[in-house]
């Protein structure tokens, strides 16, 4: 619970949160019954150098832009620092432009969150959460204001197609990671710190989140996209990942299985590094349907600057992988074709000039699960 403050604390507070909300201004958010067809997203923006990307991103005309976490780096627990970094984004160029012209979704990873790596115990998330809303423009009113964690969903457009944007806050509530990756020598691609925390009693959602998450996964759409600022379907690396918390990793996609929550996307980031993963139907693990986890980042730091550790994962191994890796400045794009009777989906990661160099085609119906106790209407 946050401290009492003078009266004029709290009149600071609200003038600063007006002040930043104000620079902010921004494109009207889609309407509910819009019809989404191109969707971009991305993840870790440096916010004191220059983001060249913008102008790609709104080249590519997307009617929304998710924004995945590491929108900016503040690492601090000072919340006049972390107000002061976020207006450094606001006053990129190619940002103002974006804002005017694409609506914004956003949830946060660790170093806009305030700490790197950080999770539950970093002390100031309360007061983050605010100035995170403050910034996105948060309406008084919306229940981010007076609830714990940045999580939200909306849902866009006409039954048929409905996509439903889920954005999990992996923050707040995370439980501390354990150090004790049991990494392999240089070149077989097993690097990072982090090893797996079975205590059982370790959460990355925490209680209220599993609860709200399973409503949504309830609630009907044509196309779900689940915003995670860390990776969903890789796990044999040693860097921040659902596999970090095994039996959370299994309980997300047991309940995407038992709530028949079809046609889910996974949009992740974090990694530095941009690439596509699928979980197969058949996998143990598996939902009924290929899993997609499409992973974009970063938006503006390129691999000239690569450090040891990063030359060392470029062969980094990923059983899921489809394709390749792709290292320089990137964003991602969903492209729906909403006109065919079997809508056509790409996802794809494009280059700092707008060029596609990773992408996916399916088709809805193969995102639908096949198992025989399904009505063929929902097939």
């Not at 598996?286 to 040891?308: A, E, H, R």
């Amino acid at each position: 619970m946050m401290r009492q403050k003078s009266s004029s604390g709290w009149i600071l507070l609200a003038v600063q949160a007006i002040w930043l909300a104000a620079s902010f201004a921004r494109a009207d958010a889609p309407a509910a019954e819009t019809t989404l067809s191109r969707i971009a997203f991305g993840s870790c923006a440096r916010q004191d150098q220059p983001q060249p990307i913008w102008d790609a991103v709104v080249a590519a005309r997307p009617q929304l832009l998710i924004l995945l976490g590491d929108n900016i780096y503040a690492d601090t627990d000072d919340m006049t620092v972390l107000r002061a970094k976020y207006q450094v984004l606001a006053n990129q160029p190619g940002f103002k432009k974006l804002k005017q012209t694409c609506p914004l979704l956003a949830t946060w990873d660790d170093h806009d969150y305030g700490a790197n790596d950080a999770g539950g115990e970093y002390p100031k998330k309360a007061e983050s959460q605010q100035v995170f809303l403050d910034f996105f423009g948060a309406p008084p009113n919306d229940p981010r204001r007076t609830r714990p964690g940045v999580y939200n969903a909306q849902t866009f457009g006409p039954p048929g197609r409905r996509v439903q944007v889920i954005m999990l806050d992996l923050r707040y509530f995370r439980s501390p990671l354990k150090h004790d990756f049991p990494a392999g020598e240089p070149g077989e691609g097993r690097e990072g710190p982090y090893g797996p925390n079975r205590d059982p009693d370790a959460t990355i959602l925490g209680a209220a989140q599993w609860k709200w998450l399973e409503e949504q996964l309830r609630q009907p759409a044509d196309l779900r996209l689940v915003g995670s600022s860390v990776q969903v379907i890789s796990h044999e690396h040693g860097y921040e990942s659902w596999a970090n918390f095994p039996a959370e990793r299994d309980r997300l996609l047991y309940l995407v299985r038992d709530t028949h929550a079809n046609r889910i996307v996974f949009l992740s980031g974090d990694r530095h590094e941009a690439d596509i993963s699928r979980l197969p139907a058949a996998d143990p693990l598996g939902v009924g349907y290929p899993l997609f986890d499409i992973t974009s980042s970063s938006l503006n730091q390129k691999s000239g600057t690569l450090t040891k550790a990063k030359v060392l994962f470029r062969n980094e191994i990923n059983s899921y992988r489809v394709g390749t890796i792709y290292y320089e400045e990137n964003f991602g794009l969903i492209d729906i074709d909403w006109n065919q009777s079997n809508p056509l989906v790409r996802l794809q990661v494009r280059d700092v000039q707008g060029n596609v160099v990773l992408q996916q085609r399916l088709t809805l119906h193969q995102l639908d699960a096949k198992d025989a106790d399904r009505p063929a209407s929902e097939r």
